[in-house]
C-alpha cells in the first residue's frame, strides 16, 4: 500500500463525527469536509459561473460551517444545514463582485410558455444554458428550480419582493426555453 495515501473510512457515524468537529477535532473536520465538498462545490457552482471563484465560495463557506457547527441543532440533515451556507455565501460573494439587479418590470404571466423540456442534453450544458442567464434570474431560478426556496424565502434572502422573485423566475424560464429551442434548431440543422 502506498504510505503516501490517506485512506479515509467512509463508515464513520456522521452525527459522532459532527460531535467530534464541534470540539474542534480537525480529523473530524476533514473528513466531513471530504465528505461534502464535491456537493457543496456544485451548489456554488450553481450561482458562480467561474470554478476557481466558486471554489473560493465554498472554502469560505466552510470556514463558517467549522467556525458555526455548536449552532448546528441536528433538526434537519447535517447535509442541508451546510447547503443553506453554501447558498448565501455564493449570494454574498455574487454581491462583493458586483451590484447584482433585479430589473422590475410588468411580466405578462398569462403568455403561457411550455414549462417541460424533453432533452438527452448533458449537465454540463445545461449550467451552460444557466450561466448565460443575466444574474438575476439566474441567482432566483436556481434558488427556486433547483434548491427549492420558496418566493418569500428567496425574497427574504435576496432582499426583494416576492413579485420580483415571481418575475424573474418567469423571465429566466422564458429566457432559458428561448435558448433551448435556439440550441435545439441548430443541432437539429448540422450547424453546430
Known amino acids: 500500500m502506498n504510505p503516501f495515501l490517506k485512506v479515509i473510512p467512509l463508515h464513520k457515524n456522521e452525527s459522532e463525527l459532527i460531535k467530534r468537529a464541534v470540539k474542534n477535532n480537525r480529523e473530524a473536520q476533514h473528513v466531513l469536509f471530504e465528505l461534502h465538498a464535491p456537493k457543496m462545490l456544485s451548489v456554488c457552482r450553481y450561482y458562480i459561473k467561474d470554478v476557481q471563484h466558486a471554489e473560493e465560495a465554498m472554502l469560505n463557506g466552510f470556514f463558517k460551517v ?57 449537465v454540463a450544458e445545461i449550467q451552460q444554458l444557466i450561466d448565460g442567464l ?6 432566483v431560478f436556481v434558488m427556486y428550480a433547483i434548491e427549492g426556496y420558496k418566493h418569500h424565502e428567496i425574497a427574504d434572502m435576496l432582499k426583494i419582493t416576492e413579485g420580483t422573485s415571481k418575475s424573474q423566475l ?10 433551448w429551442h435556439e440550441l435545439n434548431k441548430t443541432t437539429s440543422y448540422g450547424t453546430k
Open 66 to 122: 467549522f467556525s458555526n457547527m455548536k449552532d448546528f441543532r441536528a433538526e434537519g440533515s447535517f447535509e442541508g444545514w451546510i447547503r443553506r451556507i453554501m447558498v448565501r455565501e455564493s449570494i454574498s460573494f455574487l454581491r462583493q463582485q458586483k451590484h447584482i439587479e433585479f430589473p422590475v418590470e410588468e411580466v405578462d404571466f398569462k403568455n403561457e410558455f411550455d414549462n417541460t423540456i424533453n432533452t438527452n442534453m448533458e
Open 134 to 139: 443575466p444574474e438575476g434570474y439566474k441567482i
Open 170 to 179: 418567469f423571465k429566466a424560464r422564458k429566457m432559458l426555453q428561448e435558448k
